[in-house]
């Protein structure tokens, strides 16, 4: 038996085969079209109880299920594209903004990525995927201290935080312009 359920506009489609549950998408936002997609699972589900059909080997059964039946071979993903590296994005963004932004804010942007990719050093020519949040949050640290060398580390640590910290009149820090 299978049962047609909702996420978000797209219908899904579960049930058991061999006391494992699988829930499968159905790729249709139209009801009509989930409701015989959900009959052929049903369907299919008959004709594998009473051994009408096999499951091949290598395919995973709940595509099987879902095909009607028809699915032969696995569903091979399809390659993902190789990421490009964070200096050929800093350069892209650089470029692809320069138009749609004021000339001084374009060029203060620009100025810190330029930081971000000498910081980086060799890993900006690495895929930007291998950048992790503590490159960055390392970054952003050594840049305050180097900007602000006179606040003590909680105070950096809590500015790294708290960007809008600065605004508080309970933080009156010396900072440097």
């Known amino acids: 038996m299978a ?5 978000g506009d797209y219908f899904h ?7 494992k549950e699988y829930k499968k998408s159905l790729k249709t936002r139209n009801h009509e079209a989930a409701q015989a997609a959900c009959h052929l699972v049903e369907l299919t589900l008959h004709r594998l109880h009473t051994g009408q059909c096999l499951v091949p ?24 594209p ?11 963004y650089g470029t692809s903004v320069k138009d749609l932004l004021a000339a001084s804010y374009h060029s203060s ?10 910081y980086l050093g060799h890993r900006a020519d690495a895929p930007a995927d291998r950048i992790a ?6 970054f952003l640290k050594a840049r305050l201290a180097k ?10 640590f809590f500015l790294a935080a708290q960007p809008t910290v600065q605004a508080l009149p309970l933080l009156r820090l010396p900072l440097a312009s």
């Open 3 to 7: 049962h047609l359920g909702r996420k």
């Open 13 to 19: 489609v579960r049930f058991r085969f061999r006391g």
């Open 57 to 80: 080997a290598g395919v995973d059964p709940g595509d099987f299920i879902v095909s009607g039946g028809t699915l032969v071979r696995p569903v091979q993903a399809s390659p993902r």
């Open 82 to 92: 190789p990421c490009p590296s964070t200096r050929r994005l800093v350069e892209e």
């Open 109 to 118: 942007q620009v100025m810190h990525l330029r930081h971000l990719v000498k």
């Open 133 to 138: 949040f503590r490159d960055l949050d390392q």
């Open 147 to 156: 900007r602000h060398p006179r606040l003590d580390f909680p105070a950096k």
